[in-house]
């Protein structure tokens, strides 16, 4: 089988088959890493947390009953991971804030490659959890149900959480965008 599903790897680990384990990695490394990223706004951190999170769910793979897919699982581990990594960070020192948002500001005509860059922007200023829920719902195609369980919150509050995200993205990406936020929403 040249694409094996993850609860067959995950049964090859369990039988003693330890690397099998980079296939999983493999197949969800770039993913936990932009979850990390939403959440750190750090290469360097989101490297690290990703990797932990990695760590977590190898340890605790017999935990992992199974009822919701594994990259479901994964993310939880990831969102967890990254929380507490900001936390820590908090603790240490404070963030520095702009990066350069006039030059992206002015730009009034943009190119695809431009508006990735100002969403991308939009979704590092958002508080964590609004930057981590937006990428699962709209990049990762998650549904309701499953940001739920990926992150311990109720349905409710998960409707509530994404209706103010998408308000302070909006927001965000008029601010960066000095009031023309539509013109790079509606394409």
């Known amino acids: 089988m040249s694409n094996p599903s993850d609860k067959i790897i995950i049964r090859q680990i ?10 999983l990695v493999e197949r969800y490394q770039n993913m936990a890493f932009t979850l990390a990223l939403s959440i750190t706004k750090s290469n360097e951190d989101a490297e ?18 199974g009822k919701s897919k594994f990259s479901t699982w ?5 969102y ?16 520095l804030d ?21 969403i991308k922007l939009a979704i590092q200023r958002l508080k964590e959890d609004e930057g981590f829920l937006l990428i699962l719902y709209y990049y990762k195609e998650l549904n309701i149900e499953e940001l739920a369980e990926s992150t311990g919150l109720s349905v409710s ?5 994404l209706f103010r995200a998408r308000k302070n993205m909006y ?3 008029q601010q960066i ?3 023309q936020a539509k013109s790079l929403i509606h394409l």
């Open 14 to 23: 369990s039988q003693g088959d330890v690397s099998a384990y980079s296939i």
């Open 171 to 173: 927001e965000q990406l």
């Open 80 to 95: 967890r991971t990254a929380l507490s990594k900001v936390r820590i960070n908090k603790m240490q020192w404070q963030p």
């Open 157 to 161: 509050n998960i409707k509530v959480k």
């Open 48 to 65: 690290e947390v990703a990797q932990d999170a990695f760590i977590k769910a190898y340890k605790n793979l017999g935990s992992f009953k």
């Open 98 to 118: 702009s990066k350069n948002e006039s030059v992206v500001a002015e730009n009034k005509k943009l190119e695809i490659q431009d508006r990735k860059k100002i």
């Open 177 to 179: 965008m000095n009031g």
């Open 74 to 78: 994964l993310y939880k581990i990831v």
